[in-house]
């Protein structure tokens, strides 16, 4: 009778260690998923797997290395400038926007001088709002961005790079850039950081707000 109280002993204290366990993994599984849930959520717009398609800063966006983004055919950047080419030595070559690779695009003008992307053909090359192949709407000065507060809009496609201001077609850069593939060429650069998260937003410190970069 001893031994069979003994073994009913043994048997009560496995039975209590099984639920504990139980009781340990039900809290690990509650655990990773409140993980998941947080996870998912810092991805949201997600496009391929778990890479998002768009990026958004608000407030103050200066020298950003903007997190990989899903893109397949182009992308478009948005924000707000207030300020003055006077605080940029009155040079919008130094007003560096997008920065990859040593390709830059500046305010209002398109840099690949410097470019270093192996393999590519746009170097030593760069445009401006009065370039052959750019057309300056009436009413613009190829300086129209600045001076005074508004909101920028830059489609980037394979086919043209349109540039708007609070709302309004104000530059293109089109197919008659540099060559028949300036332009396509360009903006595949871009779509190349953007896939690594190599591209940089506003290196050159201007005051610059609310930033959204959208990828399709």
Same mark, same amino acid.
């Given at each position: 009778?001893?031994?069979?109280?003994? =073994?009913?002993?043994?048997?009560?204290? +496995?039975?209590?260690?099984? =639920?504990?366990?139980?009781?340990?993994?039900?809290?690990?599984?509650?655990?990773?998923?409140?993980?998941?849930?947080?996870?998912?959520?810092?991805?949201?717009?997600?496009?391929?797997?778990?890479?998002?398609?768009?990026?958004?800063?608000?407030?103050?966006?200066?020298?950003?290395?903007?997190?990989?983004?899903?893109?397949?055919?182009?992308?478009?950047?948005?924000?707000?400038?207030?300020?003055? +080419?006077?605080?940029?030595?009155?040079?919008?070559?130094?007003?560096?926007? =997008?920065?990859?690779?040593?390709?830059?695009?500046?305010?209002?003008?398109?840099?690949?001088?410097?470019?270093?992307?192996?393999?590519?053909?746009?170097?030593?090359?760069?445009?401006?709002?009065?370039?052959?192949?750019?057309? +300056?709407?009436?009413?613009?000065?190829?300086?129209?961005?600045?001076?005074?507060?508004?909101?920028?809009?830059?489609?980037?496609?394979?086919?043209?790079?349109?540039?708007?201001?609070?709302?309004?077609?104000?530059?293109?850069?089109?197919?008659? +850039?540099?060559?028949?593939?300036?332009?396509?060429?360009?903006?595949?650069?871009?779509?190349?950081?953007?896939?690594?998260?190599?591209?940089?937003?506003?290196?050159?410190?201007?005051?610059?707000?609310?930033?959204?970069?959208?990828?399709?």
């Amino acid at each position: 009778m001893k031994k069979m109280k003994w =073994l009913g002993g043994l048997a009560g204290v +496995l039975a209590a260690a099984v =639920l504990a366990s139980f009781a340990v993994t039900g809290c690990d599984l509650e655990l990773s998923d409140k993980d998941d849930r947080a996870a998912t959520a810092s991805g949201s717009d997600t496009g391929s797997g778990s890479v998002p398609t768009s990026y958004t800063k608000s407030g103050a966006a200066k020298n950003i290395t903007v997190s990989a983004l899903s893109v397949t055919n182009g992308f478009t950047v948005e924000f707000t400038l207030n300020d003055s +080419l006077a605080n940029h030595n009155n040079s919008d070559w130094e007003t560096k926007l =997008l920065s990859y690779s040593g390709c830059h695009v500046t305010i209002p003008n398109l840099d690949p001088w410097n470019n270093t992307i192996s393999g590519s053909n746009l170097t030593g090359v760069n445009a401006y709002p009065s370039a052959s192949g750019a057309t +300056l709407e009436s009413g613009y000065a190829y300086n129209f961005p600045w001076g005074s507060e508004c909101k920028i809009k830059i489609e980037f496609t394979t086919s043209a790079i349109k540039w708007y201001k609070d709302g309004n077609l104000a530059l293109t850069y089109g197919s008659g +850039l540099w060559d028949s593939k300036g332009v396509s060429e360009f903006v595949g650069y871009y779509i190349k950081g953007l896939k690594a998260g190599q591209v940089v937003f506003n290196s050159g410190n201007m005051n610059i707000t609310d930033l959204s970069i959208e990828c399709n």
